[in-house]
């Protein structure tokens, strides 16, 4: 692969990603409490969802970009990582709205704690995220750094 088709192939698995992580978002959130619940807690806290999901797509077209430009990979396990946490943070938004589903919940404890502090949740999720992406942009520093390449 070229440099510009592997910069293009990643830009489009980080795109893809991210609109993976979207729809996920929204499946989740509709299974739980319905269609127009979603689009409410979506116009509530996009800007914590769309922050969430732009920062794991970069990190995803990241990977890509190093796994296809180095012989060594990068451990998936930081892609993973990021990707769990920006997920939790935005499905934990409307995780408490379970006890709409399933009225005898054992973890009704968890679910309040998450109600009660999904906002915080959402930091820590972008903090995780923004995290990932100076990781992985680092080690693309790195790698252009190394290969002398501009």
Same mark, same amino acid.
């Given at each position: 692969?070229?440099?510009?088709?592997?910069?293009?192939?990643?830009?489009?698995?980080? &795109? @893809?990603?991210?609109?993976? %992580? @979207?729809?996920?978002? #929204?499946?989740?959130?509709? %299974?739980?409490?319905?269609?127009? #619940?979603?689009k409410d807690q979506f116009s509530r806290y996009?800007?914590?969802?769309?922050?969430?999901?732009?920062?794991?797509? /970069?990190?995803?077209?990241?990977? !890509?970009?190093?796994? =296809?430009?180095?012989?060594?990979? /990068? !451990?998936?396990?930081?892609?993973?990582?990021?990707?769990?946490?920006s997920t939790a943070a935005m499905v934990a938004?409307?995780?408490?709205? &379970? +006890? =709409?589903? @399933?009225?005898?919940?054992?973890?009704?404890? %968890?679910?309040? #704690?998450?109600?009660?502090?999904?906002?915080?949740?959402?930091?820590?999720?972008? +903090? #995780?995220?923004?995290?990932?992406?100076?990781?992985?942009? =680092?080690?693309v520093y790195r790698f252009l750094k190394e290969?002398? /390449?501009?």
């Amino acid at each position: 692969m070229t440099g510009q088709k592997i910069i293009s192939a990643s830009a489009l698995k980080g &795109l @893809l990603a991210a609109s993976l %992580l @979207l729809i996920l978002y #929204f499946i989740i959130i509709t %299974l739980i409490s319905g269609w127009g #619940f979603a689009k409410d807690q979506f116009s509530r806290y996009w800007y914590f969802v769309v922050t969430l999901t732009i920062g794991f797509g /970069i990190q995803v077209g990241f990977y !890509s970009y190093l796994k =296809n430009s180095l012989k060594h990979k /990068i !451990s998936p396990e930081v892609i993973a990582t990021s990707g769990v946490t920006s997920t939790a943070a935005m499905v934990a938004c409307c995780a408490h709205y &379970l +006890v =709409n589903v @399933l009225p005898i919940l054992t973890v009704a404890g %968890l679910i309040a #704690f998450i109600s009660q502090y999904q906002v915080r949740l959402f930091w820590i999720g972008l +903090v #995780f995220n923004f995290t990932g992406i100076i990781y992985m942009a =680092n080690k693309v520093y790195r790698f252009l750094k190394e290969h002398d /390449i501009s």
